[in-house]
């Protein structure tokens, strides 16, 4: 009996077969896209879903700003500083969030994942409407983060997801971010307004409705990419070995070095592959702790050298908010298509830590709204590609769980902006102004020299 003749798998092949295999796989999958509505089934829909998710999350997260610390010192007696340990809270429950949104989205997928997300985040604002002790306020506060950190990582899992077949994963990153910062402009406005009108209650009521109201949402709207982790991405496995495949030669014709061969040399290689992954991390700790450090002591800067009343020092964060937010698909957009991830990110790096110490200057008012544009220009480009960046690494340290790489993203953006406004106090109350601006910034510079350095040489 003759042999059979066999044809080696080409790439387009394997795609093919890949495709018959999950539309063979997933009859589940088909019936609940086909309960969802044709309009919501378009990439650009379901982009603005996940926009509107982490938009919802920003709003929740800065509701309280306006009055949290007042109210609490007012009514409960509660110390300035014990006040400011609830908001704490809030980050330490979203680091905490990283060793469970994996499994939770292998449970019920990224879609289930952030319906999950914000109805806790819901939950956790009507605990406010019952909590009147320190500890029952840190731990809604808590609750919140956790929901955040669910939230945040299902979304730009969702977006990895998105991005696989186009490599446009900073576009849409970018896109996400803008909404984000709409949130935060938006949030501490409405929430000020909504308790001039009706105190403490009714900001948390009326956020905990919308959050309940936008799960829904998000529930009958928002079609299910597959489960995440174990086997692959319910359906993008072969489109992320042809993406990931591409980026790797890219990579190294274009001098990021950072991913290349990496996998194929095998357990070295992967130790690399590691410390590479920390280095992208410490860049983006670096980027939010330079650009959350100005939170704490800029307002009592501008009081005292330019006798800025409220208004005006909120004028200039709405400054730096907005062109943080335009400027970030742009931005997304620039590192996907030049495939200069790292180059971008640096330069925004070096951005923040030359205008840092300008806010110390005594310049006239044009000029320091001009210095808060370029700041917040600066920390979306620092940011945005950090995203690419993270990709381009991950992939040989956690494999097919992508939603691992993202919580772990998310845990170290909020970890930075935590500690920034920190820093730079406690540098102030030794030093200067001015004196602690440098050094924060000189610090960040270094340490993301030497993470980009490493990145680039492909050392261990």
Not at 234 to 253: C, E, M, N, V
Request: charged residues 10%; negative net charge; proline residues 4%.
């Amino acid at each position: 009996m003759p042999e059979e003749e066999t044809t080696p798998l080409t790439l387009d092949s394997r795609e093919e077969v890949g495709t018959l295999a999950r539309a063979a796989d997933a009859p589940t999958a088909s019936l609940l896209l086909d309960a969802v509505p044709p309009f919501a089934r378009s990439p650009s829909a379901k982009l603005a879903i996940l926009a509107c998710a982490c938009a919802m999350e920003a709003t929740c997260y800065t509701l309280c700003v306006p009055f949290m610390t007042t109210h609490l010192h007012d009514a409960y007696a509660i110390s300035i500083a014990d006040a400011g340990f609830v908001f704490v809270a809030y980050t330490i429950g979203s680091v905490c969030s990283t060793p469970l949104v994996e499994r939770v989205t292998e449970a019920v997928g990224c879609s289930g994942a952030i319906c999950a997300g914000v109805l806790v985040l819901g939950i956790s604002q009507c605990a406010f409407l019952l909590a009147s002790a320190l500890s029952a306020l840190f731990a809604a506060r808590f609750v919140s983060g956790l929901a955040a950190g669910l939230v945040w990582s299902a979304v730009l899992t969702s977006c990895h997801l998105m991005s696989l077949r186009e490599g446009n994963m900073g576009t849409l990153f970018g896109t996400v971010l803008s909404a984000v910062s709409i949130g935060t402009m938006v949030g501490p406005a409405l929430g000020g307004a909504m308790y001039r009108l009706g105190g403490w209650n009714l900001p948390f009521a009326t956020s905990a409705a919308a959050c309940v109201g936008f799960a829904a949402v998000v529930a009958l709207l928002l079609p299910e990419e597959g489960r995440v982790g174990g086997g692959g991405n319910g359906g993008d496995g072969s489109a992320r070995g042809a993406h990931t495949g591409t980026h790797k030669a890219t990579l190294s014709d274009d001098g990021d070095g950072v991913v290349t061969g990496a996998r194929a040399a095998g357990g070295g290689c992967r130790s690399i592959a590691s410390t590479r992954l920390l280095a992208v991390l410490a860049i983006v700790m670096c980027g939010a702790m330079t650009f959350s450090s100005i939170d704490s002591v800029l307002p009592i800067h501008l009081r005292r050298a330019y006798d800025h009343s409220t208004l005006q020092t909120a004028l200039l964060f709405f400054v730096i908010s907005i062109f943080y937010g335009l400027a970030a698909p742009s931005f997304g957009s620039l590192a996907d298509r030049t495939g200069k991830a790292l180059h971008v990110s640096m330069a925004g790096l070096c951005g923040l830590a030359v205008l840092l110490p300008l806010f110390a200057l005594p310049l006239p008012h044009w000029a320091l709204f001009v210095v808060a544009a370029l700041f917040g220009t600066s920390a979306t480009v620092q940011l945005t590609p950090a995203s690419t960046l993270l990709e381009q690494v991950a992939a040989d340290v956690v494999g097919d769980h992508p939603t691992l790489t993202y919580a772990v993203f998310n845990c170290a953006y909020v970890s930075g902006m935590a500690i920034g406004p920190g820093v730079l106090a406690m540098l102030t109350d030794a030093l200067t102004f001015q004196a602690a601006a440098l050094c924060v910034s000189a610090g960040a510079l270094a340490v993301s020299t030497v993470a980009a350095c490493h990145l680039r040489a492909g050392v261990s």
